[in-house]
């Protein structure tokens, strides 16, 4: 216990260096991030990141912004994250190589320097450039490097490859491969072969292909992502017309110029700031943000470095001659200067920890350098939980089981189903590589998965009952013939109790299309004989508690065109015109939201006005709605962006939640005062539609997400508050078509029983869904039939927490059960159990506030003593 003690010191404590206010944190094998405030000069905000290249886990590595260039740019923090998975984790990042918009020569990429990953060019000029490398031996190098390339055929005749993935130019050759596209965009000007790789890809080596297939005088050749494509203009063409043919095989040897070896990682910079301990004159004077990239005398360690600037009062940014003295004084003896500017970036454990000096913040990029450490969860986990807590699905159903691991740093990290020991006890079932639970039975059980010494324990229900889930998208590729993939028409979703019916209401621009919500398919339309007005005469669809089908039409400008309600009675109903309002030069009906019922007045209808920070609010008298509005102003915002959506939490409370495209969910009063705000990385910021529900006495929300990886809905636990929202679940993506012109999608709830929720997701251009939650039921497991087979203590959750989490624990035999809590110096501070206890599965409470001499935010252990058993696990404190 002393040594576990001892290092558990050592790496929460800060240690003083460089002054004036600095700290160092170690963040992964032989990786230690410093984060230095300067006031005596400056001020500076700098951070560093500090890699031990010499641990053979260790190694740095570039990443390429949305993996295909000319795509556009990427967030350094995104592409940190898409790279991080156990046994390839991202410990830190930093942007690297510069970039611009329009490349006069090359419409087609963006970077300034050439750039190698993973053994292969992603973007090669033979023009040098400094540059940062690495080859496969773990040599450092920092020189102007340019690429190089040649060509070998069976006759013997060489050429030169000018460029790789560039614009094919007068008599030059160019070759191409995935990180290009799936197409080489040149025109008929060109000859072009398809090439297969057939011997290992290694930078300096050579390496043979085959021609797979000719093209000539055709362009823009297609080629998979294991293809290379060889494109030849003017001589060269001539050159591949009459020297090679289909099922040749060639040699090709890819080099840097000047030739560094087998380079494995490369990228450009400039200009270089520090060579052989000697920083060169004539660098640039002006201020900027800076990153850089150096390493030290003897090669064994690489700093990756920030400063950020443009921020007076705060950090000013430095100077190159600034920098590089800087860079020197931390012990680079070669260095070279990264993008800077609004780029500068630097992100550690998935985190960005400077200060990106953009007004919006942190500046998508076009690629970016990584620290990687090969090691796998498994083998410096130090707690996990699996979630759902509580599995609920039919028989015909399976369940991914996610695992939520803290490594012994304290930070996330991803664990594969692989490296998790899965039992199930009481149910037939398995467990697949990725994590998906799959039943053989019905009936209810538990899953237990081990890692280690570390256990966690969910439970499992599996009906014969079918659960109504379905999905027609283009993730699919099932999408509906109704539903068009390119002209943002379906935008309104609500789910109905309709005369027996499960009942989906999608509007389909101008149509509202009626869906068996049991089974997705279409089964009618409401007749809209008599809907006018509105720059779309409908536009989203809502439903009473009491089955009252209520759509609204799109405005630009309600003066000019009124904002327009509409009612049916019932499926085969006319519309009936509720509310006619031009109070104001407001675009409305994007997002509608409707609660209570029409029969007693309780019906209310909220409406955002787009671009502003103003909800309008209808309510009823005398069967019918007011027509004059309240109008609420949100007190923290003066423009929330488009396609506001509100959620109000419901009958008995008028507080309610807006979300839209330029917020994070934010929760108001009656009245417009801000309640709270959801904090920054639970949901996208590409979101909008929004709904409340609540079971149990847990409290949650549903939001659309819109965009690259998403067209999905994020589901969040906010029982403990929005300023505590946590993810609880992400229904998958419905596509990747683009959704960029009315940024819509639509939500809708449904409770199925027993704790089941159904989640309806609209994505527009990408299909509609139907997807299962289940909410945690449990709170004391002592009703469980099934006895555990040996005593476990399981990993509590939430971790870390708040205020209250939940411990559970199981014993085989009836035994005394005692349960501790100590702080990090082994002290006893509380008894949380001590009693008898019959075999079975428990779950406890820890309430921080409820223990004597409240704990504070820290490190802290609890403790299952039963039957000389004794188990021990760490929980983290947070408030």
């Not at 090669?124 to 490097?145: E, H, W």
């Not at 800087?326 to 920890?353: E, F, P, Q, W």
């Not at 639970?437 to 229900?461: C, E, H, K, M």
């Not at 027996?500 to 089964?523: C, E, F, K, M």
Request: net charge neutral.
């Amino acid at each position: 216990m002393k040594i576990k003690l001892f290092f558990l010191f050592i790496i929460f404590c800060t240690i003083n260096l460089f002054a004036d206010d600095s700290t160092v944190v170690i963040v992964g094998p032989g990786i230690r991030y410093h984060s230095v405030y300067k006031t005596s000069v400056g001020p500076y905000n700098i951070k560093i990141l500090e890699i031990d290249i010499t641990h053979p886990k260790n190694k740095i590595k570039t990443v390429l912004a949305k993996d295909v260039l000319g795509t556009g740019f990427e967030k350094t923090s995104s592409m940190a994250k898409r790279s991080s998975r156990s046994g390839h984790i991202v410990i830190g990042a930093v942007n690297a190589d510069f970039f611009g918009i329009s490349d006069p020569y090359n419409p087609y990429t963006f970077l300034i320097g050439s750039m190698i990953k993973d053994n292969e060019y992603t973007f090669g000029r033979i023009s040098q450039r400094p540059s940062f490398a690495i080859d496969t031996a773990k040599r450092l190098i920092i020189n102007d490097l340019g690429f190089s390339g040649i060509i070998k055929t069976k006759q013997g005749y060489v050429r030169s490859i000018s460029s790789l993935n560039d614009t094919v130019r007068l008599n030059n050759l160019v070759i191409f491969n995935k990180y290009f596209g799936n197409s080489t965009k040149t025109n008929n000007s060109v000859t072009e072969l398809r090439l297969k790789r057939l011997t290992p890809l290694i930078i300096g080596d050579s390496i043979k292909f085959v021609v797979r297939a000719k093209n000539v005088g055709i362009g823009n050749m297609s080629f998979s992502s294991d293809e290379y494509v060889l494109s030849g203009n003017g001589t060269e063409k001539a050159f591949l017309d009459s020297a090679i043919l289909v099922n040749d095989t060639l040699t090709i040897v890819f080099n840097t110029n000047p030739f560094k070896g087998n380079i494995f990682t490369m990228t450009g910079g400039g200009p270089t700031l520090v060579i052989n301990g000697v920083i060169p004159d004539g660098l640039q004077t002006a201020v900027h943000p800076r990153t850089g990239v150096g390493f030290n005398q003897d090669s064994t360690k690489v700093f990756f470095v920030t400063v950020d600037g443009r921020q007076p009062g705060f950090s000013v940014g430095m100077s190159l001659p600034e920098f590089a003295n800087y860079m020197k004084s931390i012990g680079c003896y070669n260095a070279v200067n990264l993008d800077g500017g609004g780029s500068t970036t630097m992100v550690v454990r998935n985190r960005v920890v400077n200060s990106p000096s953009d007004a919006a913040g942190e500046r998508p990029v076009a690629n970016a350098l990584l620290a990687i450490s090969e090691i796998y969860a498994s083998e410096v986990i130090d707690s996990f939980y699996l979630w759902p807590r509580q599995i609920f699905i039919d028989s015909t159903q399976s369940k991914k089981i996610e695992i939520y691991g803290k490594d012994i740093w304290g930070y996330d990290i991803d664990v594969l189903p692989s490296e998790v020991n899965w039992e199930i006890q009481g149910i037939n079932g398995y467990i697949d590589s990725l994590g998906f639970f799959y039943p053989l039975q019905v009936g209810s059980g538990i899953i237990i998965g081990r890692i280690r010494n570390l256990a966690d324990t969910i439970s499992i229900t599996v009906t014969g009952e079918r659960i109504p889930t379905w999905s027609f998208s283009d993730a699919g590729n099932n999408m509906p013939s109704w539903l068009s993939p390119t002209a943002s028409t379906e935008r309104g979703l609500a789910y109905g109790f309709i005369n027996n019916n499960h009942r989906l209401y999608v509007v389909s621009r101008p149509n509202v299309l009626i869906l068996d919500a049991q089974t997705g398919d279409v089964v009618g339309n409401l007749n809209i004989s008599g809907v006018t007005g509105g720059t779309f005469t409908l536009n989203d669809v809502e439903v009473t508690d009491d089955g009252k089908i209520i759509a609204a039409n799109l405005t630009t400008n309600a003066q000019t065109s009124s904002f327009r309600v509409y009612k049916w009675d019932d499926e085969s109903s006319s519309p009936q015109l509720i509310i006619e309002y031009s109070g104001g030069a407001y675009r409305l009906g994007d997002k509608i939201t409707v609660v209570g019922s029409w029969s007693d007045n309780s019906a209310v209808i909220y409406a955002g006005v787009a671009n502003s920070n103003r909800i309008l609010k209808w309510t009823m008298n005398n069967n019918a709605f007011n027509q004059t509005p309240q109008e609420i102003i949100l007190s923290d915002v003066s423009n929330y962006g488009t396609n506001p959506s509100v959620a109000p939490i419901g009958k008995g409370n008028s507080n309610f939640f807006v979300n839209a495209t330029s917020i994070l969910p934010k929760y108001y009063s009656p009245t417009g005062s801000i309640l709270g705000t959801c904090p920054s990385g639970v949901v996208a910021t590409q979101s909008n539609a929004i709904r409340y529900f609540e079971k149990f006495g847990k409290k949650f929300l549903v939001t659309y997400q819109y965009g690259a990886f998403n067209e999905n809905a994020r589901i969040l636990d906010i029982t403990n508050g929005i300023a505590n929202a946590r993810i609880y679940e992400t229904t998958p993506t419905l596509g990747d078509n683009a959704n960029n012109i009315g940024l819509s999608g639509d939500v809708a709830v449904r409770y199925y029983g027993r704790g089941v929720f159904i989640i309806y997701v609209l994505a527009t251009n990408n299909g509609i869904g139907a997807y299962q939650i289940t909410i945690d039921t449990t709170t004391v497991a002592e009703s469980e039939n099934l006895i555990p087979e040996k005593f476990y203590l399981s990993q509590n959750f939430p971790n870390p927490f708040n205020s209250t989490t939940r411990i559970r624990f199981g014993i085989p035999k009836q035994t005394n059960v005692r349960i501790y809590v100590y702080d990090c110096l082994g002290r006893r501070i509380s008894e949380l159990l001590n009693e008898f206890k019959v075999p079975g599965h428990y779950e406890i409470e820890l309430n921080s506030n409820g223990i004597t001499n409240q704990l504070t935010s820290g490190v802290y252990f609890y403790q299952l003593v039963a039957d000389e058993k004794v188990m021990t696990k760490k929980f983290v404190l947070m408030k």
